[in-house]
């Protein structure tokens, strides 16, 4: 009769009867195990048999790593407990052996109690009037682990480590239980992936970067030893402090106790005990604070990326549950940035503004048909350090500090900002109202300098009583206008009164068919139904928007027509490389719809040509507002400009088949602030300029023109 047959009780019973298991070593006492709390032998048996099954062996956590587009250059990682599982196969022999030696010699011999081994620890403590020897084996000591990550709450944990008779019974019994289910292999594999090596490592893989800078399966046999010899106290035998004769000591203890196992021969272990103990340490990075310093610039989009986590049900009922899915996972992610494009922007965005300005000057960049984020760039360094930035901007903060050069706000979209007044970018709203309204691209208009509209001001000074009255920007605009020359030349007088014509209201609904949200509470309340028809300036830019939603939605025209969410992953796998599904859905697939007619966002890309100095394909365009924009990029493009009243805040938004951005110029601690009319071609340049290098080698391709409906 094998042991294995036996049920729980019975083979604690057998040993008991045999007299092996002498006693329990509990916080300094010693119990003769019949005698634990009053029970007989059978009636400790019995109480074995019947406790319930506790061992609920949930995932341990793992650390999700997030790497850049090209699934090679780590962005940053997330963890509570840093730690990867590993294949015994992909360990160093020597690890395997060390901690066997170290922590349970017998192990290959036992059936999860060693009852030599509890014998052996009870005449040693007895003779010590105190603990000088544990009898817990590696399976029980597993079971431990798996008890503590499977806590469901702090009780729980605290009963899988308090030192209580209790617990141990309960460790012996379902020890047991694990050797009839797992083999010793697997047994060993989940306990060096469970332990606890010091420096918020746990499990072997990460214990191995943060010694030494190198996989499990590259462990000699002296960094082996140390780290078996590490998880009897990580703190005691820590090896990073000044003084290691602690961890020299504890690992020249396991190196002997390879030799008593003849795991090593006599020779290695007497080369082993003479070396230095030489560690090659590395600090991993966690959340976005931690990219990587020559790709600081990076931590926008990561924030960008984290936010984004928080908002997909896929991974929790809640943001706070979902982001301790992301820090517990041990999920692969590929996100979307593209290093290459990252760098061309923040080249051409920091020739034009340096990081210590009060100024920002930012860019994004989207892929047209998926939504993908390819790159988030600003002249900002992503730091939570503010000691040496400037002075607040705004007035009234002027003892506090700026958000210059150093800051983690989501100065490009994402978070709780609510973006910056997009200006003229805002025409495109109105434009594809009318279009979608039947009013064909020649619809023509006479734009005086200045018009008197229906629409009533905010409480507040107004030129024309309490009517809005807007002009335009130069005497040439003057005259009759249609979409391709308006729209060129941003011909505000000619907005105005195509707004009118379709209702300010269906340009607010087309912006939000496109993504944009309102912010502030009084952009919230002129777009309620209440309110929006009356929403004159609506069609100038007046409201918030951001560089990732205004990128996206020309990124929405050069698909045709097809709105995709803003994404910024390209792939996500569970722990075992299986793809993240969602509903049967993989979670980063692009998530399209058709939000315009294709002839309707071919139209307003013919008039959109007109800006760039590319030329329209079925009408006359006359000038443009950002000619010098195809004389950058040599190739088809489109887009629009826009600027604020004062020059707060200047942007270019522009497009071809295969990429969309949008830049951005204005002060985010003081909207008041005037960038001034020197920067008011900036955003022009830096798009044009971007596009230009990340489209170097690609071929050219050219938009569709529109059918006739839509011309005339």
């Not at 912006?511 to 929403?535: C, F, N, P, V």
Request: net charge positive.
């Amino acid at each position: 009769m094998t042991s294995r047959r036996l049920t729980v009780a019975g083979r604690v019973a057998l040993l008991i009867r045999a007299g092996l298991i002498a006693g329990l070593v509990i916080t300094g006492l010693s119990y003769p195990f019949a005698a634990l709390a009053g029970m007989g032998v059978k009636a400790g048996a019995e109480a074995l048999e019947n406790m319930p099954e506790q061992l609920r062996e949930r995932p341990p956590a793992q650390t999700t790593y997030v790497y850049a587009a090209d699934g090679k250059t780590l962005l940053t990682m997330f963890y509570e407990e840093h730690r990867k599982h590993v294949d015994l196969a992909d360990m160093s022999p020597y690890l395997i052996k060390a901690i066997v030696a170290s922590e349970d010699s017998r192990f290959y011999e036992h059936n999860g109690v060693d009852a030599k081994g509890v014998a052996r620890a009870f005449v040693a403590n007895q003779k010590a009037g105190g603990v000088s020897q544990g009898a817990s084996t590696l399976t029980m000591q597993y079971v431990r682990m798996a008890l503590r990550d499977g806590a469901r709450t702090p009780r729980e944990a605290l009963e899988a480590t308090e030192q209580t008779a209790a617990r141990k019974l309960r460790e012996m019994r379902l020890a047991i239980e694990v050797e009839q289910r797992l083999s010793k292999e697997e047994i060993l594999e989940r306990y060096l992936n469970a332990a606890y090596y010091g420096h918020r490592a746990y499990g072997i893989f990460a214990a191995s970067q943060v010694f030494f800078s190198k996989s499990p399966r590259a462990l000699s046999l002296t960094e082996a030893a140390l780290l078996a010899g590490l998880v009897k106290a990580p703190s005691a035998y820590d090896p990073a402090t000044k003084n290691q004769k602690a961890a020299l000591a504890r690992r020249n203890y396991v190196i002997d106790q390879m030799l008593k196992i003849d795991a090593i021969t006599p020779e290695q272990a007497a080369s082993a005990v003479k070396s230095k103990i030489k560690l090659k340490l590395s600090t991993p990075p966690n959340d976005c604070v931690s990219v990587p310093a020559e790709e600081n610039d990076w931590g926008f989009f990561c924030d960008y990326f984290k936010g984004w986590w928080r908002e997909q049900p896929a991974f929790g009922r809640t943001p706070a549950e979902r982001e301790e899915n992301l820090r517990r996972g041990g999920y692969k992610v590929v996100t979307s940035i593209d290093p290459r494009i990252q760098k061309y922007a923040m080249k051409h965005i920091l020739a034009k503004e340096r990081r210590g300005s009060t100024i920002a000057h930012g860019q994004v960049v989207v892929q047209p048909g998926t939504g993908r984020l390819l790159s988030m760039a600003v002249n900002r360094r992503y730091s939570l350090d503010q000691e040496k930035n400037g002075r607040h901007s705004d007035p009234r903060k002027d003892d506090e500090k700026g958000n210059y050069p150093n800051t983690v706000n989501p100065l490009l979209g994402g978070g709780d900002m609510a973006g910056y007044q997009a200006g003229s970018t805002f025409k495109i709203f109105t434009l594809l109202a009318a279009l979608e309204e039947g009013l064909p691209l020649s619809t023509s208009f006479y734009s005086p300098a200045r018009i008197v509209t229906r629409y009533i001001t905010a409480p507040g000074p107004a030129t024309c009583g309490i009517y809005w009255c807007p002009k335009n920007a130069g005497k040439s605009m003057t005259g009759n206008q249609n979409m391709w020359s308006g729209f060129g030349k941003s011909v505000n007088t000619y907005f105005v009164q195509l707004e009118q014509r379709v209702g300010a209201e269906k340009a607010v609904r087309m912006a939000e068919r496109l993504g944009l949200r309102w912010r502030t509470d009084i952009d919230r309340r002129l777009a309620t139904k209440e309110h929006a028809s009356g929403w004159g300036a609506f069609t100038l830019g007046v409201s918030d928007a951001t560089p990732v939603e205004m990128a996206n939605v020309f990124a929405t025209l050069a698909a045709e027509g097809r709105y995709c969410e803003p994404l910024p992953v390209l792939s996500i796998s569970n722990p075992d490389g299986s793809p993240a599904l969602h509903e049967g859905r993989l979670i980063a697939e692009p998530r399209c719809h058709q939000a315009v007619k294709v002839n309707v966002a071919r139209a307003a890309t013919d008039a959109a040509r007109c800006v760039t100095g590319y030329g329209a394909a079925r009408g006359s365009c006359g000038w443009g507002t950002s000619e010098m924009v195809h004389g950058i990029l040599g190739r088809p493009v489109a887009g629009k400009s826009g600027t604020t009243d004062g020059n707060k805040t200047a942007w270019f938004s522009g497009y071809t088949p295969q990429l969309a951005a949008a830049a951005f110029v204005a002060d985010p601690d003081n909207p008041e602030n005037l960038v001034g009319v020197g920067r008011s071609t900036m955003s022009k340049f830096t798009v044009a300029q971007t596009l230009r290098d990340a489209l170097k080698g690609e071929p050219k391709e050219d938009f569709k023109p529109p059918s006739d409906k839509y011309v005339r």
